[in-house]
């Protein structure tokens, strides 16, 4: 003998069926996607840095990926240190030169350049210049012992320059020396020569 299912046994059971697959695709829809992983952005490595001693009483630090030359040939100048890379336009150059001028003021009237930054330069009064021509260039000026030394900044590749000309400024350093001559280099490209000037005792 066949057992009957009671009519409203099947219609519940039909809308249980009904009502689980619904609410299994609300929830499936309602389920937010995994957001993918952030990748970690890497840290830059420091760059290495070099170091260099000129005969002119400075010293100062740059990158060591760049090329340094000293221009020997230069008989003219103290010093002129060139810093170039092949792949970025531009330099920063480093001078020590000769002048007439007793401080930095006296100077700018000389070369009649009137619009300058105050700033220093190992502590001693500078001007930053910055002028505008085929290439951006900014220069920084300070005058010692009766010589100009000068910070130069090509700044073709301004977003490469920049940075190298504002760690090479910070670094810069006057050596603590005696009261000294600066000779320059002679002609056959040697390294300067520097003239100590022992003080006169009276006894």
Known sequence: MKTKIPLY???GLI???ISGGTYVSVRGR???PEKPPIAANPIPSPVETADWEDQSEFKFSY???LKLNPHDEDTENYANLELSKSNHPGSIV???KDTRA????EWLIKEKIANVIETELDGYPAVKVLS?????KLTV?????????QIEANLTDEKYWQPVFDSVLASYKFLDTEKTQIVPKDSGGGQTEIIYEAEEVIE
């Open 63 to 65: 990158p060591k990926n």
């Open 132 to 136: 505008q021509g085929e290439s951006k």
């Open 9 to 11: 046994v099947l219609i």
């Open 15 to 17: 809308f249980l069926v």
């Open 30 to 32: 309602m389920t937010k």
């Open 102 to 105: 007793s401080d930095i003021k």
């Open 94 to 96: 480093l001078w020590t």
């Open 141 to 149: 000026s300070a005058i010692r012992s009766g010589y100009l030394y």
